[in-house]
């Protein structure tokens, strides 16, 4: 048995339910395919697609663009069943074709399934395994090694940038770069924002990133900031919540949870359109009075993006009665 499934931040295209993945061409074998990241040539291709394929695309996304690129390399090959060789060729030909950030599975009829990373290993990809018994061994790929934990596979190592990974129907497993000059350049917001804390990505460990990130911002305002005038450190929930208690241990500063966080609102800085994303930052947190009355506080954000969260939260920590509000990031502002 074989299967996939995708959970989606609508960050490009639209929030509706006929973009949800995994998307599905009929043409060739019958292929669905999930994708994590973004395709800066995605207008481009969806005109080459029609005018030299004659493939429309249906939605938005740039996820069913990269789906019919690759079955349209899959296409070129004309017999049945297809080998490993056919898969990573048509797999080369995709990474030559699209720029971007990628990180994909795909199944394909009747030969099994295929995973893929960009060739700048942008976003994340890992490989597990368990034993079912001394005959068989199931094979999972997911964007966080939290995810083989969860299911109880073994993590084997994370997909190398432009790596390519097919699993047959029987459960053979073959590897291939795929990529001509592949590179390691890692989105450094999986380790500030996206990820889970109990996740490894590229070896590297999510919350030790974190609470590093959190000492080094916090030796950085104890040296530049003589008159420390806060009384209280307060994390901006919830992946500030590591950064922001190592700043309160490295200035010796309390460390108070000051925002009530609203499990049933989503990310607010990814949610298409800017005032939908204001009214959500106030949705999603309510300030607890008791830890802002008459105090100057510190407040630690993981990042500052668009600054729509900062100013709300600002705003709310004074109207909460905070005499003196001080923002710091754990990432540099993005410009």
């Known amino acids: 048995n074989m299967g996939i499934g995708h ?9 509706s339910a006929s973009e949800a993945q995994p998307f599905y061409v009929n043409s060739p074998y019958g292929i669905t395919l999930a994708h994590n990241g973004n395709l800066t040539n995605a207008h481009e291709l969806r005109k080459k697609l029609f005018e030299e394929k004659r493939r429309h695309i249906n939605t938005t996304s740039d996820s069913e663009i990269l789906l019919n690129i690759f079955a349209s390399e899959l296409d070129n090959f004309r ?7 056919n898969i990573f060729a048509a797999i080369a030909a ?4 699209i720029r971007g950030a990628y990180a994909c599975v795909a199944m394909i009829i009747g030969h099994g399934m295929v995973a893929f990373r ?3 290993g942008i976003r994340p990809l890992v490989l597990g395994k368990r034993d079912i018994d001394e005959n068989r061994t199931e094979y999972m790929v997911a964007s966080e090694s939290v995810a083989l934990d969860t299911l109880g596979f073994d993590f084997l190592r994370d997909v190398a940038p432009g790596e390519a990974i097919y699993i047959t129907e029987e459960g053979q497993l073959f590897t291939r770069q795929c990529a001509d000059n592949p590179v390691s350049n ?31 911002l916090g030796e950085k305002i104890a040296r530049e900031w003589e008159d420390l005038d806060i009384d209280v450190v307060i994390p901006i929930p919830e992946t500030s919540c590591d950064i922001a208690l190592e700043i309160a241990r490295i200035l010796g500063k309390p460390y108070r949870q000051g925002f009530v966080k609203n499990r049933y ?9 800017q005032q939908l994303r204001r009214k959500s930052v106030r949705r999603k947190l309510n300030a607890n009075r008791a830890e802002f009355r008459d105090k100057n506080v510190l407040l630690v954000d993981d990042s500052i993006v668009r600054g729509t969260t900062s100013e709300q939260i600002i705003e709310m920590a ?7 509000v001080y923002l710091a990031s754990a990432a540099p502002e993005i410009r």
């Open 118 to 120: 960009d060739p700048n």
């Open 318 to 324: 004074r109207e909460a009665g905070a005499k003196k």
């Open 79 to 85: 017999h049945y069943p297809l080998e490993a060789d």
């Open 7 to 15: 959970v989606r931040y609508p960050t490009a295209g639209s929030s």
């Open 94 to 97: 995709t990474n030559r074709l």
């Open 265 to 273: 609102v989503g990310r607010t800085f990814i949610m298409p359109g």
């Open 186 to 216: 890692p989105c450094l917001f999986e380790y500030v924002y996206f990820a889970r804390p109990d996740s490894f990505i590229d070896k590297i460990s999510v919350y030790s990133a974190r609470v590093n990130m959190g000492t080094k």
